[in-house]
């Protein structure tokens, strides 16, 4: 509670007073703000700063590369090239601690590419190529960082599906935490080309054509999980800016903002 008057905070169940002592009782909690506290640890430090330590970036580059050339006869060559990609970076997270994680990502590529060459005649060349790759990227939470904290409930206004993840969420002033945007992607690539060459005297023709597909299927949860923030206003004094206590308001479950998914 400042000097001023600031950081007093109104009984929701009596609104024309305070707190006594400007404490709220443990009892008066909100269960899911409780619950959510045993993921938030608490700072000892004289300017509450936390710090805790930080697991170590790992990543994972596999690939392979596979290739074959093969001459059918003096006027046939066939070749086919592979080209494979793993690439793993996990997501980094700290047990019990909602404040620190760093977003991964899991990509897997592909890409095949098949050349047939023909010499028709000493004049004639055709060339056949069929091609294909296929990228998948998930950026996707691991779920003992998204099932921690059901929102159902919450100040009991939250309808959202019980175990539906981790909130985002914003007290302020004060700190907040976010699961982290979701991303699903797919693309797949098709190519098939054929080209024929002819040569008079000093001259060559060129013609022929392809084909090429793209598909794209691309998933972004932008709201993937509640969205919340805790202003300190609603059970502040009247008429006055930043007269309350957003942490307080979250304690009791008295959500200024949502936008749930």
């Given at each position: 509670?400042?000097?001023?008057?600031?950081?007093?905070?109104?009984?929701?169940?009596?609104p024309?007073?305070?707190?006594?002592?400007?404490?709220?009782?443990?009892?008066?909690?909100?269960?899911?703000?409780?619950?959510?506290?045993?993921?938030?640890?608490?700072?000892?430090?004289?300017?509450?700063?936390?710090?805790?330590?930080?697991?170590?970036?790992?990543l994972?580059?596999?690939?392979?590369?596979?290739?074959?050339?093969?001459?059918?006869s003096?006027?046939?060559?066939?070749?086919?090239?592979?080209?494979?990609?793993y690439?793993?970076?996990?997501?980094?997270?700290?047990?019990?601690n909602?404040?620190?994680?760093?977003?991964?990502?899991?990509d897997?590529?592909?890409?095949?590419?098949i050349?047939?060459?023909?010499?028709?005649?000493?004049?004639?060349?055709?060339?056949f190529?069929?091609?294909?790759?296929?990228?998948?990227?998930?950026?996707?939470?691991?779920?003992?960082f998204?099932?921690?904290?059901?929102t159902?409930?919450?100040?009991?206004?939250?309808?959202?599906?019980p175990?539906?993840?981790?909130?985002s969420?914003?007290?302020?002033?004060?700190?907040g935490?976010?699961?982290?945007?979701?991303?699903?992607?797919?693309?797949?690539?098709?190519?098939?080309?054929?080209?024929?060459?002819?040569?008079?005297?000093?001259?060559?023709?060129r013609f022929?054509?392809?084909?090429?597909?793209?598909?794209?299927?691309?998933?972004?949860?932008?709201?993937?999980?509640?969205?919340?923030?805790?202003?300190?206003?609603l059970?502040?004094?009247?008429?006055k800016?930043?007269?309350?206590?957003?942490?307080?308001?979250?304690?009791?479950?008295?959500?200024?903002?949502?936008?749930?998914?």
């Open positions: 509670l400042g000097s001023n008057g600031t950081g007093a905070i109104h009984d929701p169940l009596a024309t007073t305070y707190f006594p002592g400007n404490r709220i009782p443990i009892s008066r909690f909100d269960p899911v703000a409780v619950n959510m506290l045993a993921y938030m640890p608490p700072s000892s430090g004289a300017p509450y700063l936390l710090r805790f330590p930080v697991p170590s970036t790992q994972d580059d596999n690939q392979l590369v596979g290739r074959i050339d093969h001459i059918i003096a006027t046939q060559h066939i070749s086919a090239r592979y080209f494979g990609l690439y793993n970076n996990p997501w980094e997270l700290v047990p019990h909602l404040f620190y994680f760093n977003s991964g990502a899991v897997n590529y592909k890409s095949v590419a050349n047939h060459t023909y010499l028709i005649s000493p004049r004639l060349l055709n060339e190529n069929l091609g294909f790759h296929r990228t998948i990227t998930l950026m996707d939470p691991p779920a003992d998204t099932k921690c904290c059901s159902y409930g919450f100040g009991a206004h939250v309808n959202s599906i175990g539906g993840g981790t909130p969420i914003s007290i302020s002033s004060w700190t935490f976010s699961p982290g945007q979701r991303k699903d992607q797919y693309q797949n690539t098709y190519l098939l080309a054929d080209k024929i060459s002819y040569t008079i005297g000093k001259h060559e023709l022929g054509g392809d084909l090429q597909r793209f598909r794209i299927d691309y998933t972004s949860y932008s709201y993937s999980y509640d969205q919340m923030t805790f202003t300190g206003q059970l502040s004094d009247s008429g800016n930043n007269a309350g206590n957003s942490f307080a308001e979250f304690l009791l479950g008295r959500i200024a903002t949502l936008r749930s998914n």
